[in-house]
């Protein structure tokens, strides 16, 4: 209904929302609110300031950097839906932003809000962790990057500080992805999410809504390393997992999801 | 040309579509404070205390728990059978029955200092076990009210039974129809505004269905004289049935009086999923049995019904299952036994259907079933047992009075619209190919009553100074049209342009009653009480008239078409409305232009045939709806684009019911399912557009020869999505299917066939 | 207390707000613009649309502050006096409104909707307002208005 009192601050820099975000220990990140506002109006956010970095043009791009595509990370889905460049180098990204919850979401949610909230049902989160994406933070000790495989440590827990802003995605130029997801209604979240990409020469695949973070599906990759078709690598699936039960669905039924979508992406790659 | 019949654009089209609405939630009210409800969190628990100290040590905040709230227990309402003792304390005293249970009235001077304060009240509860399953409740373990004994709240039916029922039957087979609870989700949440006047009238506006129902109970709750009270409905964004006086309206306004300021209040989405009542949730456990060449000798239905914590109307429901459980089939044997019981949950009332809908599950589900049993087509199995179009009226075993009907009239044009032939060709084709994707098709043969309670409605039609009309009404539109459609009526009766007749509705003080709007009945009753009230307003205006023109009045004649009063045979003497009003007006004889009516008509029975298709993914058991088409008779059509419109509405929130929605609680009373996030709310990219194929079988029961239409589209659809879905694995061994009828519940029926 | 200033509905409008307060309370509580609804608290109904900027976002999960300087058009500013906008004027001939508690939400995602693909396949169309809900119609003359609104060339 109505949120808990807060302050509020604009960044005009990056820099300066990592002094900002200094200012108190519970101080959030605001880029296009489509994860926290939410909760706030619940009241199962109240941190004490805001920091607001939705003003930050700057880090609203799309660029080709070598073998490389560089996000800007608060460039929008729908930004990244109709991108030209995004769609000759790395499609899989523009599809799955195009499918991410409506159009008036899309047209204010950041990718880099919505990875930095950690979901495991994240569309973006099982892509980026299945592209062994790069994710680039600043902070109060400067500038790092960390690889996907690291950042999502826990179901709505990433490896940022909490002084720390995601300021730059990056995913490899990939020519040949698919992202299938189940959902029981069209806005809903994944109730399983199966990402499949040709990167570095291998087949990666990852799962959303399958555990507490992203997972890639270990026991499918070495299958397929191995020589094994679709049909039978996708039967492991699963493997490893322990999928949630909600209203959803239960992990029976999840794990069955990821089995049947995994084999279809995988049949889908060229 | 008669203006009735006719696809004529709404009139109160405008303020919606500006922006102007005139929604509770907008009213003016000077110098008001808000109220906000602390509720419960724990589905069944003692109350210990209630802190509200912190609470009301910010400033302008007040805090009232059940000690201060000096207004008797809830209900039940007097239906027959009703157990007494299980009445709601408007402020949960001592127990909390159900998540959302109000614990504490917060007022503050705006609506977030009262959310802030809300938070504050602390309230210490040792928790009890609850019980949500209505099986697990019936078994009187955990009893939510223990001098009452027990947790049934109400029976319906007969409990006596013939052992030899199913005498005679080749075939006799059982299943469950669990009618799965479901949330009614009107866009508008509900509001309240109230004040006393400097005169001690109380005024409440309030988002509901029901005016003076409400002014009614507020009065007899709150002790006060009919006389010193006025409810107000304005615009009001539907309510489906669950928007009838609600706790917090009688709160609110005992706010008001209380602290002696206007008081309003409007409710959250996730608390109106709690706090409104839900729908359905009755279990029907079905036997039909028949002959092998297809007729239905005997069907039996044992149901449970689920009332929620605070038994009302819902508890009440099963008897019209029960009355309309022969649905369109002349079946000589039923039986119908219902217990409704008690659960730690939101109290379940009317919801779009109101004990129908669960009839026509049931008997077409159980149709269908019986049909695969003798290895005959669904449509066929039906042919063979619909009552015949020149049985009418017929009154079935279950006491229901059939005005008129066609079922197989509805059957064949649905199956010609939906190339029914080509689509089981089709089927055929995919199974044989082994295809992932199956294709369903579902049949629904289906009839309902409407304007089934005994209620005598009020219209009054008066002819204004300018020579306009106001159709004053006991209706109460909240989405239906009436401001169109009653003047429509009222229009081509006096023979004015549409423009010049007005509907007023919604204010006890200018309406001195009215029943509401709910079971399909305002056409009827609201509508033909305009229809005689204009009637007579011709009649009063043909002595005006004569006196005016020195004529007889049985020789003055009304030319609808140009709206003129003329003497017969002399047309050129002859008065406009406007013409005949500024006369009476000057000489004090215009009240003699407005003739009151109150009129009662006996319970119609609409009926239907719909078929939907589905494509079904065997693997996932996602389930898409391609196609519904919709056969929905009811009589005649006062405005076709009005009443297509209610159809559409209806039929999503049937479809909704076979694919999506459940409202889910956990084993301790907390909903799983309480926010639109949660709840399975389709949005139109779930649903395709759906086809209507028009019958129109008028009923001698009314002077506009209507039936009810509102909730034709609800009963219709759920029995043909839920027939489609079974039909498309039937061939892989599924005989039934939970609903929703979608994704997992598919999986696991494919699951179990595979055994 | 934070001072903001959007251009709503062509016009510049200041005003000291709270941080905690939503877009969509702002327009009504304090520019009086109560055309824009509140249908539930999860982002899911959509009954809060409006547009920032031109494009179609719900105001309920919008903080006001976020829209200063932003230009704000509610359902309020689209008709020129008495002339509809003609999204507004085909929801009227298609009977696309019933209790119209969600229609100004529909009409700002059409207007959206139409802006960013004038000629939108029925698919395109429900798919298009999959953030907007409605429990009367049951969008199929929802739909049709949209058809009829883009042969309109709206």
């Known amino acids: ?270 | 040309m008669s203006i009735l019949g006719n696809r004529v654009l709404r009139k109160e089209d405008p303020r919606f579509l500006r922006g102007e609405g005139r929604y509770v939630e907008n009213l003016p009210l000077e110098g008001a404070v808000h109220v906000v409800f602390a509720r419960s969190l724990l589905g069944h628990a003692r109350i210990g205390s209630v802190d509200a100290s912190a609470a009301r040590a910010l400033p302008g905040v007040q805090v009232f728990t059940a000690d201060d709230v000096d207004v008797p227990t809830y209900g039940p309402p007097p239906f027959p059978g009703l157990d007494a003792g299980m009445g709601r304390p408007p402020v949960a005293k001592d127990v909390v029955r159900f998540v959302g249970e109000i614990v504490a009235v917060v007022v503050a001077d705006d609506r977030a200092a009262a959310v802030d304060a809300a938070e504050l009240v602390a309230v210490d509860y040792e928790p009890l076990p609850a019980v949500v399953d209505p099986r697990e409740a019936a078994n009187d373990e955990v009893l939510l009210f223990p001098d009452s004994g027990t947790n049934v709240a109400a029976r319906s039916g007969s409990p006596e039974h013939d052992e030899n029922l199913f005498e005679g039957c080749d075939a006799v087979v059982t299943g469950t129809l669990d009618s799965q609870r479901m949330a009614p989700c009107p866009l508008e949440p509900r509001s309240v505004a109230a004040e006393v006047g400097a005169d001690g009238r109380v005024t409440a506006w309030l988002s509901t269905q029901t005016p003076h129902q409400d002014k009614m109970i507020l009065c007899g709750m709150l002790g006060l004289d009919p006389s010193q009270v006025r409810v107000v409905a304005p615009d009001v964004g539907g309510g489906f049935g669950a928007k009838m006086l609600g706790i917090e309206d009688l709160l609110v306004v005992w706010v008001a009086r209380k602290v002696g300021r206007p008081a309003r209040w409007t409710e959250s989405r996730s608390e109106s999923m709690v706090g409104l009542p839900h729908g359905r949730a009755e279990r029907l456990d079905y036997t039909i049995g028949g002959t092998r060449d297809g007729k239905v000798l005997a069907y039996k239905v044992d149901a449970l019904q689920d009332a929620g914590a605070y038994p009302t109307l819902g508890a009440f429901l099963p008897n019209l299952t029960a009355l309309m459980s022969s649905g369109v089939y002349d079946i000589p044997k039923i039986e119908f036994e219902g217990r409704s019981v008690v659960t730690n949950t939101t109290t379940i009332s009317a919801f779009r259907g109101a004990g129908r809908p669960e009839a026509s599950q049931a008997i077409e589900r159980a149709l269908d079933d019986f049909a695969a049993a003798i290895g005959m087509d669904p449509a066929e199995v039906r042919r063979r047992n619909f009552i015949a179009k020149d049985a009418f009226p017929h009154t079935t075993v279950t006491h229901a009075p059939y005005d008129s009907g066609d079922y197989e009239g509805a059957l064949d044009l649905a199956m010609r619209t939906a190339g029914y032939d080509d689509l089981r060709a089709e089927q055929k084709r995919r199974r044989d190919a082994g295809e992932t994707t199956q294709l369903g098709i579902g049949i629904s043969t289906y009839v309902e009553i409407t304007n089934g309670i005994d209620e005598t409605e009020f219209g009054e039609v008066e002819i204004t100074p300018d020579g306009g009309a106001i159709v004053r009404t006991g209706s109460f539109s909240h989405g239906q049209g009436h401001e169109t459609t009653f003047a429509m009526i009222a229009a081509e009766r006096l023979g004015l342009p549409l423009e010049k007749v007005t509907v007023h509705k919604g204010d006890t003080d200018e309406i001195p009653s009215g029943t509401g709007t709910y079971g399909s009945k305002s056409t009827q009753i609201g509508g033909s009480a305009a229809r005689i009230a204009a009637d007579g307003v011709v009649e009063q205006a043909k002595k005006l008239v004569g006196d005016y023109l020195e004529a007889s009045p049985e020789d003055i004649v009304l030319d609808q078409a140009q709206g003129l009063l003329q003497v017969a045979g002399a047309p050129s003497k002859a008065l406009s409305w406007g013409e005949l009003a500024t006369r009476a007006a000057e000489d004090g004889r215009l009240g003699e232009l407005k003739v009151t009516e109150e009129y009662k008509a006996a319970p119609t029975f609409p009926f239907g045939a719909h078929i939907a298709v589905v494509d079904v993914d065997t693997e996932t058991g996602r389930v898409e709806l391609t196609r519904l088409v919709a056969v929905d008779d009811a009589g005649t059509i006062i405005n076709p684009l009005i009443a297509e419109g209610q159809v559409h509405g209806g039929i999503a929130t049937g479809v909704a019911q076979a694919l999506y929605e459940t409202m889910v609680y956990d084993d301790d009373g907390t909903p799983l399912t309480g926010t639109f996030l949660g709840y399975g709310f389709p949005s139109a990219a779930e649903l395709p557009s759906w086809e209507l194929a028009e019958q129109e079988t008028p009923t001698p029961r009314n002077v506009l020869g209507a039936k009810g239409i509102g909730e034709s589209g609800t009963i219709g659809a759920t029995p043909a999505v839920h027939n489609a879905v079974v039909d498309a694995l039937a061939h892989l061994g599924v005989r039934h299917v939970d609903m929703p009828a979608n994704g997992e519940n598919v999986w696991r029926a494919l699951q179990e066939a595979k055994g | 207390m934070t001072k903001i200033a959007v251009t709503v509905n062509g016009t510049r409008r200041e005003a000291d707000v709270e941080p905690r307060t939503l877009l969509v309370y702002f327009l009504r509580n304090e520019l009086g613009l109560q055309g824009t609804n509140v249908g539930c608290d999860t982002s899911s109904c959509g009954a809060c649309t409006v547009l920032l900027d031109g494009e179609s976002v719900k105001s309920c999960t919008v903080l006001a502050v976020q829209a200063d300087g932003t230009e704000v058009t509610t359902v309020e500013g689209l008709a020129q006096g008495d002339e509809l906008h003609p999204v507004q004027q085909a929801f009227h001939e298609q009977h696309a409104l019933q209790c119209g508690y969600c229609t100004p939400g529909f009409v700002m995602a059409a207007v959206s909707l139409l802006k960013e693909n004038p000629n939108p396949t029925e698919e395109e169309i429900r798919h298009g307002l999959e953030g907007n809900l409605c429990r009367c119609t049951g969008y199929h003359n929802i739909v049709r208005a949209v058809q009829a609104a883009a042969r309109a060339g709206a």
């Open chain 1, 1 to 270: 209904m109505i949120p808990a009192q807060f302050e509020y601050e604009r960044a005009g820099s990056a820099d300066e929302a990592v002094e900002l975000l200094g200012r108190a220990d519970d101080a959030k990140i605001l880029a296009g609110g489509h994860s926290l506002i939410p909760l706030l109006r619940l009241r199962f956010a109240r941190p004490s300031l805001l920091v607001d970095v939705g003003r930050l043009g700057d880090l609203r791009y799309v660029r080709e950097d070598g073998d490389r595509v560089a996000i800007g990370a608060l460039s929008r889905h729908a930004d990244l839906a109709r991108d030209a460049a995004l769609a000759q180098h790395c499609a899989l990204v523009g599809a799955v932003a195009a499918g991410i919850g409506d159009p008036q979401v899309r047209h204010r949610g950041t990718i880099g809000g919505s990875v930095a909230h950690a979901d495991p049902g994240s569309d973006f989160a099982a892509v980026l962790l299945t592209l062994d994406a790069e994710l680039v933070a600043r902070g109060p000790d400067g500038e790092r990057t960390i690889a996907a495989a690291d950042f999502f440590t826990g179901p709505f827990e990433s490896a940022l500080g909490q002084r720390e802003l995601l300021t730059e995605i990056r995913v490899p130029k990939v020519a040949d992805g698919v992202y299938l997801k189940y959902t029981r209604r069209g806005q809903d979240w994944a109730t399983v999410g199966v990402a499949a990409a040709r990167v570095d020469g291998g087949v990666h695949v990852g799962l959303a809504s399958m555990g507490p973070t992203p997972l890639r599906a270990a026991a499918v990759e070495s299958a397929l390393a191995g020589g094994a078709p679709p049909a039978d690598a996708a039967a492991h699936a699963a493997e490893g997992m322990s999928p949630p039960s909600d209203v959803n669905g239960t992990a029976a039924y999840r794990a069955h999801l990821a089995q049947v979508l995994t084999r279809r992406a995988l049949e889908q790659l060229s």
